[in-house]
Every structure is written in structure tokens, then in C-alpha cells.
């Protein structure tokens, strides 16, 4: 055990070493973690919980999942169905939390885990199981390992044992409660919150180390902090049998000093000073691990602290790095940031798992405290086995916390992935859900727990990991203008066999997870119940939609009683017409030169001018039968108005109604038109105005509203600037410049002042 202690040493005078060396904190220091292609339905089994954290199935059992919440009760689903009446309900007994309006107090019912043997008679275990809490401690009484420093003590965390009722498997027998092992906590956080049994058959117990931040505080050893210090099992996996040793006879191993378990003579750390029950170290707040069945790996997600999530191998003995690193990245106790990357370095410590594809870590870009689960041995998902699956309690971390996420990842490969969620609008949470916790039952099949409210309220909901059905999708435009006139898009759904076009349940089909199916056009059976045809309102669509080569178009929905998705890709246009452009002021009058992105489509060899003096709600035809060439020269009409656009407009042919026009358009930015009074009576306003046509030197006249400089410049119709002065000197109202002999031609002379411009036509005739 001197190694251990030397080594100990020499970390933490390297730690400090490091920590002069220590660079600003970088904001956003590892890759943004991107949506992968796995696609999952989450199905809402239990709503109205409070805040449902973690839900395991005793074992060999395949009918029920026992589901814990945060305020102290055990919950059963049976067959999909929540029993009326707690397993156990110890809310008089769980800790209040500190602050009972916060929705992620770390306090309260937060572990659960069944005997091997519960289900087997005669085994020691039988129907026993044993939960891990937060409770006040009795006066009179001390936990079995007390706060670090001789800090306060306001609570203990507690593992404790249960028996299932003799007469009711549903229920918990509450007289049966034996209280195995307890700490001491000064802090309300940093609590730990999983129990398991490893494939060995010990119980695991992982600790946070202390709370605060930075592993320092009143209940935090020096130097080097809880995590690196082996004698408090704070920061630290445990692991012991929990059996009641007077059961165990037998057992080499030996009994704990209050009599209530005993500790493995395999355990790594059982020198002098040391907690035998320690089995690895250097944890911050590993909130949840589990065993992977047929590995019996033992992964683990510890919540960082300012900016690294990360993802954990646990081993016999190992190092986890905390407070030395963050991740893979050094860490700086003092200031509470993190330095230069540093895999592999200090020795002795274990980072992240890792692969060819990355490291299993990320930053607070992509979340805030990472929530662990499970690696996924089910069938229902075939593209999902063996994938690790957890998720993030928040994005933003503001109150109130939202936006929790879920992801999975490849444990060999190293890279981290975000779920398609195709049933909700961006493949997001909805209502501001945080990710609290997972499930897995007998099956192998997976259950998300979230909640938007505390403890106390009723956000909570427990979904199942479903698969999604894929259906093929066909959508109509391939090539749609978002400028567009008609009324409907089309789509065409094809479910796989052994679905019926007839099974989907068109009332809820949404496009991009937003659009429902038009009431006004029926959904149609085609091609011998192969092929549903529907209409989508084009304006409804819009803006779904962002301008693009390859955009991707997503239909959801029911088949059966179950989720499906498709997906099709299509161009997406907004052709704009260019000049006049936003801010633009046009004389009335005046002739300037619009301009516009030509449209494509089929014989496009024409088009039509448009007007609009209302901002597009009413347009006027103002030229009809235009080359279809990207330019006009348009008379600007009478009407004064800040709210003008223009338009340009091809028009295919009548679309299903008969009555609506299918046509594209490119439009305008707004601009205004104004009367081209006030130049000779020196009114200060922005105002332009020339002689047309031109013999002799071109002399222009404007107004200007402001005394800021302006400039007058005139180009030819090549767009090439001829002549230009700068004008105001500093003086609003009526200005005149002479702009010399030009030579005969068509020019465009445009007055520009603080983001405003006009412009006018003028022809110079020699």
C-alpha cells in the first residue's frame, strides 16, 4: 500500500505543478455532438409523475418494471400499466430537499436494486432488495462514516434493505427496513445515486465526492480534495455484500465494523487510514453506471464540473482522475477550469473511454450534467444493440433547466451521437423536459424518464424505447420555390410490407413534425392499398422549410399502433428580386432598373411584373410578357407607400382546385415611394430628381433630409460607375450638382445617404 500512498503524492504535487500552467478555460473545447441515424420512438407509458429517476425489473422478470421517484415512493408498472398503490412509499422518511421550488435538488430516492436471488427460493436474497436514499439523521445517532473535517452533517445517504410483502408481490413489507450503510453529507449535492449488483454479486455503491464545486469546502480533505483521498469513501465506488452476515456464515469475507455487511477480501484498498469498502477513486459525481450483461463491464457517467461530461470504464483499483483532470483534460482546483488536453498524462490516471472515432467526453455546449444508463441487450431495436445509451439533464442551464437530450454511443468505437426523434418537432424534447434518469426491464428494453417540474409536481413521464416502422416517402415538388402561389404540396406514403396504406391513421401524419394533412383534400388509397396520397397546405409548409440543394422533408405519424417515419430530399428555392431593396426610396415617377434571379422551370421564356403597395397582401399586374432575363425598367407608380414590393411571376398552369394558379415567384425586400416635392423649395426631405431627357452636362437635383454626406452617383447600363460626388456638406434640404458632359446614352444616377438610396433613369442625348 506505500505505492498507493506515494503515488497519491506525487499526483498532487503535480496537480499543483499544473495548475500555474493552466490556461484560460476554453469555451467550447471538444466537437459538438451531432444527430446520428438511428431513429426511436419514445412511447409515454406513466404520465403525471413528479420526477421518476431510475425503473429496473427484479430479476427474471418480464411482466414488471419498478420505477423510482425522486420524493421517496416505488412505483410499479405492470404489463404496460401503472398499479394504483406504491411499492413503498418512504416520503416521510427521504430528506426534504433544500430548496423545495428547485427541480434538480440532487436529494432524495435516488437508487434501487434487487437481490440476484430474489426470485429464487432459499437463496439468501430471496425477496430482498435494497434502495439508496437521503434521510435526516436521528438525534442520538451517527452514520457509519461521517462527513470529512468534522464538517456539519445535515443529512445521510443511506442504503437500506427491504423484503417484499409475504402476501402481496407488489408491495414492500415497510417493518422490514434494516439500514445497511450510511454517510454523512454536509452538502446537498454530489450525491452518487446508483446500486447494483456486479456480475461478481456484490453490491456497487458510487459516491460524488462531497458537493460544492472543485472538491473543495469544509467536507473536503486537503491536499488534493475527497476524490483522491482514500481514507473517506467520498468520490469512490464502492462495493460490499449488503446481506445481513449473520445469513453468511460461511463467507471469507470479513464483517464491517457495524455488523450490517461485509467487505470483499478482494477489495484493492484495506491498508491503514484506508475505507476497505473502496473498490475505484477519483469520482466527481457519478450520478449513474450500470453492468453490461454479457461483458459485465461496469460503464459509468460522471458529471463533471464547468465544462467535461464524460463516460467511464470502471476497474478494479482504477483512478479516475478527479480532481487532477476533467475528462481528459488537466483541471485547476484554485480557479475551477480546465487547461490543456492532456490523454494519458498524469500516469496511473484513467481517462474517458475512448476509440478510433473519438473520446467519450463533451462540453457544456451540449449539455450540463450528463445522466447514464444502460448498454441496450433488447430486440426490439436491432440497429441499437450493444449501443450505450444515456442522455444530458439540461442544454441550457439557466432556471429552469430544459432541454434535456438523448444519445448514444459507440463504447469501442468512441463517438457520441444524438437520437432522431422524429415524433417531436426537431427531433427535441418537447415543453422543456429534463432527462432525470433510464430504465431497462427483463427484456432488455430501455425507458427514458424526464420531468419539467420538482419533486413534488406532475411533469414527470416514463417512455419506452419503440422502434419507428420506416416508410417511403414521396414528396411533390422535388424542386419547390417557397415564393410559390399554389394552395397544396403533395405526398405519397408506402409502408413496408406487411402494412396497408389503409392501417395509417392519416389524422396523425404531421410533416416536419408541424404540418398536419389538409382537411380539405381527403386522403386517398391508391395502387390496391400500397400508396397514401396527401395534401399539405403550401402555406402551412413554408416555414418548415430553409432554402437548399438537399433539404430533408420528414412525415411521422401512426401505422397499426405504431410510429413510422419517412424521409425525402428536395431542392428548395426563394428567388428574390434584388433592386429596388430593402430601405430603397423611389421617387414617384422616376424609372429605375428592377432586378431579379431568374426562374427556372419548364419553358420559362416570360414573365410578369408585379406591384404591391400593402406589403404583398394585394398585388396589381404592372407589366406583362417580360424576357425572362433578371431586368426591367420600371416607371415608379403614384401611390406613397413604405410598405411597396415587387414581384416577378411565372405561371405554369391551374393547379387541383382549378382556381389557383400554380406559379412561382421571386420578391422584393419592402421599399418606399415618395412624391418628388420639396427639391426646389429646400423642404428637408430624401428626395431625387433629374431632367429626362438630358442635352447638354447631366445636372441632377435632390433633397436631403439630414445633414449626413451623401454621394451622387451615375452608372451606365453595364453597371459600371461613371461619375460620382461626394454632397452635403453638412446642410439638409435642396442641393444641386452638375456631373459634367457625358456621352449619349441610357444611365442610372442613384442619391445614397445614412442606408437609404434613390435611384432614377435618365437618357443623355448628344
Known amino acids: 500500500m506505500m505505492w498507493k500512498k506515494a503515488c497519491f503524492a506525487s499526483l498532487v504535487a503535480l496537480a499543483l505543478a499544473l495548475g500555474s500552467q493552466v490556461r484560460a478555460q476554453p469555451s467550447d473545447p471538444l466537437p459538438d455532438i451531432q444527430r446520428g441515424d438511428i431513429a426511436v420512438n419514445l412511447q409515454p407509458i406513466v404520465t403525471g409523475l413528479g420526477a421518476p429517476d431510475y425503473a429496473i425489473s427484479p430479476p427474471g422478470d418480464v411482466h414488471r418494471l419498478f420505477v423510482l421517484e425522486q420524493k421517496g415512493l416505488l412505483l410499479v408498472i405492470e404489463n404496460g400499466t401503472l398499479l394504483p398503490t406504491p411499492a413503498l412509499d418512504i416520503q416521510t422518511r427521504v430528506a426534504p430537499p433544500m430548496n423545495p421550488a428547485n427541480a434538480n435538488d440532487e436529494r432524495g430516492l435516488l437508487g434501487l436494486a434487487f437481490h440476484p436471488g430474489f426470485n429464487t427460493p432459499g437463496s439468501v436474497g430471496f425477496g430482498t432488495l435494497y434502495t439508496y436514499h437521503s434521510e435526516l439523521i436521528p438525534v442520538g445517532t451517527t452514520p457509519t462514516y461521517d462527513a470529512p473535517n468534522g464538517a456539519v452533517q445535515n443529512y445521510k445517504n443511506v442504503v437500506a434493505e427491504w423484503k417484499i410483502s409475504a402476501t402481496d408481490p407488489n408491495q414492500v413489507d415497510p417493518n422490514s427496513r434494516r439500514e445497511v450503510i450510511s454517510f454523512g453529507k454536509n452538502a446537498g449535492n454530489h450525491n452518487g445515486g446508483t446500486v447494483a449488483f456486479g456480475p461478481d454479486g456484490y453490491l456497487f455503491l458510487a459516491l460524488g465526492d462531497g458537493g460544492n464545486a472543485n472538491d473543495v469546502g469544509a467536507s473536503h480533505i486537503e491536499p488534493g480534495g475527497n476524490a483522491q483521498n482514500l481514507s473517506t469513501p467520498l468520490g469512490k465506488m464502492l462495493r460490499f455484500d449488503p446481506v445481513n452476515p449473520a445469513l453468511t456464515p460461511g463467507s471469507p469475507d470479513p464483517v464491517s465494523s457495524n455488523g ?73 482546483r484554485a480557479t475551477g477550469t480546465i487547461g490543456a488536453r492532456s490523454p494519458g498524462s498524469p500516469a496511473g490516471l484513467i481517462d474517458p473511454l475512448s476509440g478510433p472515432l473519438g473520446t467519450l467526453e463533451y462540453d457544456h455546449t451540449d449539455g450540463i450534467a450528463v445522466t447514464g444508463g444502460f448498454v441496450y441487450r433488447g430486440t426490439a431495436i436491432p440497429e441499437l444493440f450493444g449501443k450505450y445509451v444515456f442522455g444530458d439533464l439540461a442544454l441550457r442551464n439557466a432556471p429552469p433547466r430544459v432541454d434535456g437530450r438523448i444519445f448514444y454511443a459507440d463504447l469501442a468505437g468512441g463517438e457520441i451521437l444524438e437520437f432522431l426523434l422524429p415524433q417531436f418537432l426537431d427531433d427535441l424534447l418537447p415543453n422543456g423536459l429534463t432527462v432525470h434518469g433510464f430504465g431497462e426491464d427483463g427484456n432488455g428494453e430501455l425507458y427514458a424518464l424526464v420531468t419539467n417540474t420538482p419533486a413534488n409536481g406532475t411533469g414527470g413521464i416514463v417512455y419506452r424505447f419503440a422502434p419507428i416502422v420506416q416508410m417511403a416517402f414521396d414528396f411533390k415538388p422535388h424542386d419547390l420555390n417557397l415564393n410559390s402561389k399554389g394552395m397544396w404540396v403533395t405526398g405519397y406514403l408506402r409502408p413496408p410490407v406487411p402494412y396497408l396504406a389503409s392501417q395509417i391513421d392519416a389524422s396523425s401524419i404531421r410533416l416536419n413534425g408541424a404540418v398536419a394533412v389538409s382537411s380539405e383534400y381527403p386522403a386517398k388509397i391508391e395502387d390496391h392499398d400500397t400508396k397514401l396520397k396527401v395534401k399539405f397546405l403550401r402555406s402551412e409548409v413554408k416555414p418548415t422549410l430553409t432554402p437548399g440543394d438537399h433539404v430533408a422533408v420528414i412525415v411521422t405519424g401512426m401505422i397499426a399502433g405504431q410510429h413510422f417515419t419517412g424521409t425525402d430530399f428536395i431542392e428548395v428555392k426563394a428567388p428574390k428580386v434584388h433592386t429596388p431593396k430593402a430601405g430603397d426610396l423611389l421617387a414617384v415617377g422616376t424609372t429605375t432598373e428592377v432586378t431579379w434571379d431568374v426562374l427556372e422551370g419548364p419553358q420559362v421564356e416570360s414573365v410578369s411584373l408585379l406591384s404591391s403597395v400593402d406589403d404583398g397582401l394585394n398585388w396589381t399586374v404592372a407589366a406583362e410578357g417580360l424576357p425572362n432575363n433578371g431586368s426591367y425598367n420600371w416607371m415608379v407608380p403614384g401611390t406613397i407607400t413604405d410598405q411597396a414590393r415587387l414581384a416577378i411571376m411565372v405561371t405554369y398552369a391551374m393547379d387541383e382546385t382549378g382556381v389557383i394558379p400554380e406559379s412561382e415567384f421571386a420578391v422584393s425586400d419592402a421599399f418606399s415611394i415618395t412624391a418628388t416635392t420639396g427639391v426646389d423649395g429646400g423642404a428637408a426631405v430624401f428626395a431625387l430628381r433629374t431632367s429626362n431627357p438630358v442635352i447638354g452636362p447631366l445636372t441632377v437635383n435632390f433633397s436631403l433630409a439630414s445633414g449626413a454626406p451623401a454621394t451622387v452617383a451615375v452608372y451606365d447600363i453595364g453597371g459600371r460607375q461613371v461619375a460620382s460626388r461626394e454632397v452635403g456638406s453638412g446642410r439638409a434640404g435642396s442641393h444641386t450638382v452638375k456631373l459634367g458632359d457625358l456621352p449619349a446614352g441610357v444611365y442610372v444616377v442613384r442619391l445614397s445617404q445614412a442606408g437609404r438610396s434613390l435611384s432614377s433613369r435618365v437618357a443623355v442625348i448628344r
Open 260 to 332: 450490517q455487511y461485509r467487505i470483499p477480501a478482494t477489495n484493492p484498498f484495506q491498508g491503514p487510514g484506508q475505507v476497505p469498502e473502496i473498490y475505484a477513486y477519483g469520482l466527481r459525481n457519478p450520478y449513474r453506471f450500470s453492468f453490461d450483461g454479457p461483458t459485465g463491464d461496469l460503464i459509468l457517467a460522471d458529471v463533471g464540473q464547468r465544462n467535461i461530461e464524460e463516460i467511464d470504464r470502471i476497474t478494479l483499483g482504477g483512478n479516475y482522475g478527479w480532481a487532477v483532470k476533467e475528462g481528459d483534460f488537466l483541471f485547476d
